[in-house]
């Protein structure tokens, strides 16, 4: 829990009650095996809740990767996905759109994200209410490439990172839930594109995914006064996928356009290591099953398909109106097991939904452009299915962007978002010694900065 959050339960014959720090909350530990497990799997639960802003970000980022994740020019607020061809950015959001650019085309950006939350809750029947408040920073890089090769063939290549990590100290009052942890994915889509008439155009990617994930606390030993233990989780995986796109141009002006993205689910392996754990503190965790046991953990990014539209006008202002489908109802964020049981039984039941946007653009002078948009999804889950561990919500964003082109091969531009997801209110199952938690968000908002830079080569 959030230190300074103040928690109390009644204490029965069958208790041990353990200080976590001096003015932190009461830990109540049932003294068997079986019990201790819970509250391991328990308290792991409780992590995923104090990095809340963290996996909101992660939920987002899947949805970004889902609907194509750069946003070179002016398209705030993830519009013209589909069939916007400006840059090399269509080596990620739709390949097939690579056979409208004649040149080598580079593009780098960094997209930032600001998230600001709280979650208001009560625990149990106690009357005991707390704010939980949390803010992040979280930095997702990338880099796309688009090479003409022959007279209608392309090869593209994008590559995406995110990393979050965070190292709380020895000390802190919540260190029997998390100390230091650290979450990376990089993802490659190199795509070959061929213009196959004169209006239509298909290509093909693969998607190449590694995850590595690392967690470490301090383990709550006993008897009463022990000095702390340790327990140090480090797994990580590799997996593919494909995708395959296509692009349709009814004249210079207006085109059509249309993304799959497949399914990816890495396995991820590694270890899991205790140390400083005394006899007793061994011997319950060896009769739980936890002490010698192989980790596993199991991620999934759901499949998912995009169309639209971009029409420029006789101004050379344009419109952009894209469709998202993902298949939602496939969204697993981790999931731990150690010897093939899971860790902390969870089966959510996610919801299928549809993300629409629109966005408009339009020159502010002969090198500038401003662009504006506006981006809405449907629920990803319903609230009597939603758990404490990924708290999610419809989701709605509206943003602005700017585009300079400072020389005739080289732009800068400037995407400033707003995104915010619904309360999601959710009540948790009961935890052993401190009964069900429920509550909702107050504020949930998350300020997402893109900024990259585009060039290309003058010849081929």
Known sequence: ????????????????????????SDYVYCGDSAGYASVIGYATEWVLMKKSDLINVACVHVCLCAAGMAHAGPYPAQTGISAAADDARVAGNNPAAMTLLDSRQYRVGLATFFSDSTFAGQI?????????????VTLIPSFSFVQPFKEDWRFGFTVLGMGFSEDYGEDW???YLVQEYTLITLTAFPSIAKKVTDKLSLAGSLMLSYTLFEQQKAVLNLPPGSADGEMLLDVDGTTVGFSASMLYEFNDRTRFGAVYRSELNPDLDGSLEFSGLPPTTESLLQAAGVLDAQPTATSRTPQSINFGIYHEFASTSAITMDVVWIDFSEFLLTEIYLDGSQLLPTDPTYEDFFAFSIGYHRPLSERTRIGFGAFITGDMIKDDNRTMMLRLDALWSVGVGIEWQWTDTRSLNVNLNYMEFGDAPTTSPDIPGFGSISGKYTDRGIIFLDVSISWQSKGK
Do not use: L
Request: charged share 20%.
């Open 1 to 24: 829990m959030e230190s300074g959050q103040k928690t109390s339960a009644a204490a029965n014959e069958n208790e041990t009650r353990v200080s976590a720090a001096a003015g932190s």
């Open 124 to 136: 149990g029947n106690t009357g005991i209410t707390f704010d939980s408040q949390s803010d992040s």
């Open 173 to 175: 009052a919540a260190r």
